[in-house]
């Protein structure tokens, strides 16, 4: 075996074996006769060879299926113990074109496409990485385990977060439905049904389904980040905290509460996040950081907060966020927040008074008139809040104008209420009357 011509004999002889077990439909024998070809090549280091003969016996006339799994299976044993970089890259490639297109080894292929993609990302060729990734389409591979088939989407999504293709990003994540994070594995295993494909088992080095889950909604993070949707990432940070492991860990739960609290102010107000903040408030673990708790406590009170007060109280705790888990609350995060609170204090505004002079208004949200005619502009256009200004005079009324219609239904049922009070009142005059006639009688 020392020499490259007896390498030859063997191999020659082992393919002449090949040949009368494929002929003769030999699974088995073909099976070993391709596997030890390999082996001989492996064992020589003899790299070159084997990659001819791998692509030599994939494309034999009339190659059984079970050979060419066979040979890809061992051949990719080999990769990790390659002696260069180089020889590793030809030997993913080799084994990639003889996987391609056969339904049989798709999951070879994923594997092989995944190292390869990892190879590139290492030598600093994220975009390669990413097109390379993007090839293979997983969702559609019924034996790869569930497990797998998440991890290498998620591997998809991180490669084009990498490379700031957040539209692909976006389109690659919606293959994954958060629902499947919530299923009980244990629950979930069921006797496979004849007829049914045999699903593999994930590989040991794919991470688990709660850390998937955490992995999954960390790229969202990412992923919301870019596009300043505070109320997205809150949710996100709401999931990972929901994980059992991150809920037992008090060093790992209160920097995902603190950014779940942060978030929830930074957030206009709608009704999702009005919902989110009071559940949020009922969380007994807010009670260990009562800062926190007291924020919360103010966004939710229908009072006026003043912004420098509320800056100074928490600036500290604001400037802290960039040393804890997930880092800092990005670049407009506090010019957002004095943003969120005005809304805050014009949405207060409106539910106490109908009417109120500009000057007044502009005085209760510590801003100059225009400043403040401009915010209470921007929520009437984002339809948060009904208002109407009349400049001249300067004042602003908060009153929704009334259909005429509406009008005089409601003086209709006034006037219809107030003639039963009076029948009812009538009533009663008449039968205390009565009652006092009776007595005076006897």
Known sequence: M?????????????????????????????????????????????????????????????????????????????????PDLETRIELIKTLNNVSAGKIYVEIE??????????????????????????????????????????????????????????????????????????????????????????????????????????????????????????????????????????????????????????????????????????????????????YFRLLLKQVVTMEVIQWTTLWNTYKAEFENEKSMLGGSLGDKAAEDLKQRIIEHNILVVSKYYSRITLKRLAELLCLSIQEAEKH???MVVSKALVAKIDRPIGIVCFQTSKDSNNVLNSWAMNLEKLLDLVEKSCHQIHKETMVHKAALKA
């Open 109 to 290: 292929r994923a594997r092989l496409i995944k190292r390869l993609a990892k190879i590139k990302e290492e030598q600093g060729l994220i975009a390669e990485a990413a097109d390379l990734m993007q090839e293979i389409a997983v969702e559609t591979f019924g034996a790869m385990a569930k497990t797998e088939k998440i991890a290498f989407i998620l591997e998809q999504v991180r490669l084009c977060l990498d490379r700031q293709d957040y539209v692909r990003a976006q389109i690659l994540s919606r293959k994954i439905s958060p629902r499947v994070f919530d299923i009980d594995a244990s629950k979930e295993k069921k006797k496979p049904k004849e007829g049914d494909g045999i699903v593999e088992e994930a590989p040991a080095d794919i991470p688990s389904l709660l850390e998937l889950k955490r992995i999954y909604y960390e790229l969202m993070i990412r992923y919301y980040s870019h596009n300043n949707d505070y109320l997205e990432i809150s949710r996100c940070y709401k999931a990972i905290y929901e994980i059992p492991s991150v809920r037992e860990n008090p060093p790992q739960w209160i920097p995902v509460l603190r950014k779940i609290c942060w978030y929830l102010v930074l957030s206009p107000y709608d009704p999702m996040q009005s919902s989110l903040l009071n559940s949020t408030l009922e969380d007994k673990n807010l009670s260990e950081i009562p």
């Open 376 to 378: 209470l502009s921007d």
């Open 2 to 82: 020392e020499g490259g011509g007896n390498l030859d004999a063997q191999i020659e002889q082992l393919l002449n074996l090949e040949k009368q077990m494929r002929l003769s439909g030999d699974v088995a024998g073909t099976k070993k006769a391709a596997t030890d070809i390999l082996e001989l090549c492996f064992k020589a280091g003899a790299w070159k060879t084997l990659n001819d003969q791998i692509l030599v016996l994939s494309k034999r006339r009339g190659q059984l299926k079970q050979a060419v799994t066979a040979m890809v299976q061992q051949a990719m044993q080999y990769i990790d113990q390659t």
